[in-house]
């Protein structure tokens, strides 16, 4: 088995410091993703899963520790450096899809790799080839309005694998769904799991989608623990 680290999370804290008082958020987290590994991160509201997400996803700095995707340090860069190692790294799936509403799926599926300098033509190319890989052919020329829920999921899925990052960060990414829809979704997730070797990091309430991942951790007292199946 290969077991390349591609996120590493060294040490990492956050204090958010509001009207004199200090909140500590997460405290000395440690976690190692490596090629084609899924974990999902779980905890109680207001445990910090989102604050963890977005700084491995170089969103927002720690207040202490580092961030490393594919052996580059997120936070000892410019911000100019930052997202370009995002754009070419990283792949982001929200609750809530961020599709831009005056674009079809192609061009929307297609931002990323335009942004990242890729030549109109051949964006478009990828962009249809990963909307196929999603089981959206016929949906190519869709705007977001015109497409279903699941649907739109999955055109942003598309969109955050189409640069083939080296891993997916997702949070809640089927809590807008119904059950079917989620499942379909998650079967997707699995597909593309296998055949791009993309790792994946979600962040859900969904004790269901949690397990079928290859870790579940839990974020509690600011600090990572592992769950099993018994004590979720
Ligand atoms: N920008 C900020 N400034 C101050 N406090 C913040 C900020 N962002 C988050 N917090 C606080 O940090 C804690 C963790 O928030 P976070 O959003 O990471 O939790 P969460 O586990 O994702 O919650 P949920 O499951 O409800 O989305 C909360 O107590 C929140 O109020």
């Known amino acids: 088995m290969n077991s390349k680290a591609v996120l590493v999370c060294d040490a990492v804290g956050k204090v958010y410091t509001e009207a004199g008082s ?3 958020v997460l405290k000395d987290v440690c ?3 490596t090629e084609g590994e899924r974990i999902s991160i779980m905890g109680t509201s207001g445990s910090g899963k989102s604050t963890l997400l977005n700084i491995l996803g170089g969103l927002e700095a720690p207040t202490q520790g580092e961030v490393c995707v594919g052996g580059e340090s997120l936070y000892s860069v410019s911000e100019e450096k930052r997202a370009q190692i995002r754009n070419r ?7 809530f899809h961020h599709l831009l509403p005056e ?9 990323p790799l335009l942004l990242g300098k890729v030549a109109i033509n051949e964006a478009r190319t990828r962009a249809q080839e990963m909307l196929k890989a999603v089981g959206l052919s016929a949906r190519l020329t869709h705007k977001p309005a015109q497409l279903s829920g699941g649907e739109r999921q999955r055109v942003a899925i598309a969109r955050a694998l189409v640069t083939q990052p080296a891993c997916v960060l997702m949070d809640e990414p089927t809590g807008n769904l119904d059950n079917h829809t989620a499942n379909d979704v998650q ?3 699995a597909r593309l799991n296998q055949e791009f070797r993309t790792s994946f990091i979600i962040v859900t309430h969904d004790a269901e989608l949690a397990h079928r991942m290859d870790r579940v951790l839990e974020l509690r007292e600011g600090g990572l623990h592992p769950l ?5």
Do not use: P, R, S
């Not at 790294?89 to 609750?95: I, K, N």
């Not at 674009?103 to 931002?111: K, L, P, S």
């Open 228 to 232: 099993t199946k018994d004590t979720a």
């Open 31 to 33: 976690l190692t993703i």
């Open 103 to 111: 674009f079809d799926a192609v061009e929307n599926v297609a931002m």
């Open 89 to 95: 790294q990283l792949g982001f799936v929200y609750q």
């Open 187 to 189: 079967d997707l997730m």
């Open 22 to 24: 200090a909140l500590e």
